[in-house]
């Protein structure tokens, strides 16, 4: 089998420290390559649709729960995993370039509502069947069943870490 670089990593802190099990080490940096290059090639992939990568997960986020209709800053916040002051800063963008509405609330009118614009809604539409198939050519060296063991063991660990869904 070919080597990666954390093998080599794991290598020299074997020689250097015998005494250390670095095996969770192998794992964690793995996982931390992994995402740094899953990051990278999400953010060139959605540049050619001149998005950066948080506008495509804040307005897929509004087209996915579109059913529930509109949401609200605090809960688009907690469903992209990005805190309420940076969650404001974003709407003020995807405002400002027409692909999402911002409302009052009716009943609250402290609270303001979010959904897609038309145009929002379009261009989700447009990209998210092209991020699909980007993400199965990333995947493209593991066959199904070593995605699902592979999508298992990230769950299982998050789970582990408390990243539950209420």
Known sequence: MKRDVVDNILEQWNRERPDLDVSAMGVMGRLNRASGMAHADLRQFMNQFGLEPWEFDVIATLRRARADGPLTSGQLAGMTMVGSAAMTHR???????????????????????????????????????????????????????????????????LLSQGDEFD
């Open 91 to 157: 709407i003020d963008r995807l405002v400002e370039r027409g692909l999402v509405h911002r409302e009052t609330n009716p009943a609250n009118r402290r609270q303001l509502l979010l959904s897609l614009t038309s145009r929002g809604a379009t261009l989700v539409d447009d990209v998210v069947g092209h991020h699909v198939d980007n993400q199965h050519k990333m995947l493209a060296a593991l066959d199904a069943t070593e995605i699902q063991t592979f999508a298992n063991l990230l769950r299982k660990f």
